[in-house]
């Protein structure tokens, strides 16, 4: 596909773009079995005039380039990524609204599972530099994410620091995930802040520019046996207690 296209495998994952957006769709692909499960969406196709077709399973993973495909495939616009600008971190902490922060994150697979719980916990921006070591939402993330990534919008700032920074102008808790030496104390979060999870790179962690800016650091506490957690859990562990209800 050109890169202006994402390829959604799974039917969470495209029935999640249907209810979000059904005009992205440019064609849709599935087996006989899920074709049952979508008569709305195939009506709607035809009256648009848009490719979809029942097929064979080899088809499927063609289309795909994947046996994990779901039994249904479709073709969608790609996501723009944009950076936001002064006047947008000022509506987040105005409505109190929780941020994720991903410090070159650069796996696909952690950032489709990273968005798939930040869905889930509501929460609707995440923040991830432009740059080539930083994952970005393609088909890989968005088939982990299961339809996660339509309930969350990406952000690419020019300069992430000085964005973070500015959240924390803006009264934003900002709580960086440290692998070792940050006390395990959520508690003494100010009461009402909105608050931005900082998460680093899988190796490397935090780069030492967005560590300053973080109003607090925190240390998922284990025996010790393994030195860290995966990026993606320790982002679930962490929303969890953060944004749980």
Known sequence: MNAKTVTLCGLAA?????????????????????GRKIGAISKALAAAKKIYRCVEAEELQRVAGSVHHGGIVAIVMAPQLQAPVRSDPEAWAAAKESVLVLDRVGNSH????????AAFYGIKHIIIPDTEDAA??????????????????????????????DM?????????????????????????????????????????????VCTRLVTIQGTGHVESLN??????ILMDRLFGR
């Not at 952690?110 to 719980?117: E, F, P, Q, S």
């Not at 939402?137 to 990406?154: M, Q, S, T």
């Not at 100010?190 to 490397?204: F, K």
């Not at 990026?231 to 679930?236: D, F, H, L, M």
């Open 231 to 236: 990026v993606s859990v320790a982002g679930a």
């Open 110 to 117: 952690n950032l489709g599972a990273i968005a798939r719980t």
């Open 14 to 34: 495209v029935q999640a773009r249907w209810e979000t957006n059904p005009d992205s769709f440019r064609r849709l692909f599935f087996d006989a079995a899920t």
């Open 168 to 212: 924390a102008r803006l009264g934003y808790e900002i709580v960086g995930a440290a692998t070792r030496g940050g006390p395990d104390a959520l508690k003494e979060l100010r009461s009402g802040a909105p608050v931005a999870l900082v998460m680093g790179n899988e190796e490397r962690g935090l780069s030492p520019a967005l560590e300053r």
């Open 136 to 165: 970005k939402p393609n088909d890989a993330a968005f088939r982990v994410a299961e339809g996660g990534l339509e309930y969350v919008r990406i952000w690419t700032p020019r300069d992430m620091v000085a964005l973070v920074r």
